[in-house]
C-alpha cells in the first residue's frame, strides 16, 4: 500500500524518552507516510531531540506551540497542518507513550473510507490492557461509561485516542467550533461526526502501559472533563432539538 497520503498526528508534551523510537516504528511499519508531532513546549526538550535527528527530513513534521494547550488542541492543529499544507487523505492520531500499537496501523488505514472512522478498542473481546492498576481500569471503565450515557456513544471505548480518518470526517473537524480542547475531545469530535452520518468501526487492540515517563492525567482534569461532557450534551442535544 502507497502510505505518501496518509499522515500520523502526535500530540507530545515531556516525551523526549519515547518519540524516537516510535517514529522509527511508524516509518517501518508505512514507509513514506507523514508523521507530525504537534509539541506543547515541552520542558524535557522533546522538539530539541526531535530537530536534532529529523530536522531534515521529508517525511517527518514538527510543530512546537508556546505553552501547553491540551491533547485535542495539538491534535487540530495537526490536522490542519496535514489537511491543508500536505494534502492527506486519510488522518490518525495517536499517543507518543508506545500505548498505542503502530503495527495495527495498516489493518486500521485498510478499513477507513469517506464516511468511516477506524478507532481502536480496549474492550472488544479479543482485546488486552496490560499494566494498569485497579484503580485506574475501573476508572476508565467508568469514564467510558459517562461518555455513552451523555453522548449515546456508539463505541466500546470511548476514551482511546487511536483514530484513523479519512479528509472528509477532518474537514467537518477543523470546520467546526469545539467546545473541548483536552481528551473530552474525543468524544465531541465522535458525536459530531455521528451525527453527520459518519460511522465509528473499531478493532482490537492490546493496549500496554506507557513505557518510560508519568501520564498526564490527573484528579483535576477528570472532574473537568465531566464538566466539558455536561456542555457537549447540551449543544448536541440542542442541535438534534433544533432538526
Excluded at 502507497?2 to 516504528?25: D, F, G, H, S
Excluded at 520542558?43 to 513534521?61: C, E, M, N, R, W
Excluded at 461526526?193 to 490527573?218: A, I, K, W
Amino acid at each position: 500500500m502507497n502510505y505518501a497520503k496518509v499522515a500520523v498526528i502526535i500530540p507530545t508534551y515531556n516525551e523526549r524518552q519515547n518519540i524516537l523510537w516510535l517514529i522509527e516504528q511508524l516509518m517501518a511499519v508505512m514507509p513514506g507516510a507523514k508523521i507530525v508531532i504537534v509539541d506543547d513546549n515541552s520542558p524535557d526538550q522533546t522538539a530539541l531531540v526531535i530537530k536534532s535527528k529529523y530536522g531534515k527530513s521529508k517525511t517527518v513534521f514538527l510543530l512546537v506551540g508556546i505553552k501547553k494547550q491540551g491533547r485535542g488542541a495539538a491534535v487540530l492543529r495537526g490536522f490542519n497542518f496535514a489537511y491543508h499544507q500536505l494534502s492527506s487523505q486519510i488522518m490518525v492520531e495517536m499517543d507518543a507513550d508506545h500505548s498505542h500499537q503502530p503495527q495495527l496501523l495498516p489493518q486500521m488505514i485498510s478499513l477507513v473510507n469517506q464516511q468511516t472512522v477506524v478507532s481502536a478498542s480496549r474492550y472488544l473481546p479479543g482485546s488486552s490492557i496490560t499494566g494498569w492498576s485497579k484503580l485506574r481500569v475501573v476508572f476508565s471503565h467508568l469514564a467510558n461509561w459517562a461518555v455513552k450515557i451523555f453522548l449515546s456513544s456508539p463505541l466500546t471505548d470511548s476514551t482511546n485516542g487511536f483514530r484513523a480518518y479519512p479528509r472528509s470526517a477532518i474537514q467537518v473537524l477543523i470546520t467546526t467550533r469545539l467546545l473541548t480542547a483536552n481528551y473530552v475531545m474525543l468524544a465531541e469530535t465522535t458525536a459530531l461526526l455521528t451525527g453527520r452520518g459518519f460511522e465509528y468501526r473499531e478493532v482490537v487492540s492490546h493496549f500496554p502501559n506507557r513505557r518510560v515517563g508519568q501520564s498526564n492525567t490527573n484528579l483535576r482534569l477528570a472532574f473537568q472533563s465531566l464538566a466539558d461532557l455536561s456542555k457537549i450534551w447540551f449543544r448536541y442535544r440542542l442541535e438534534k432539538s433544533n432538526t
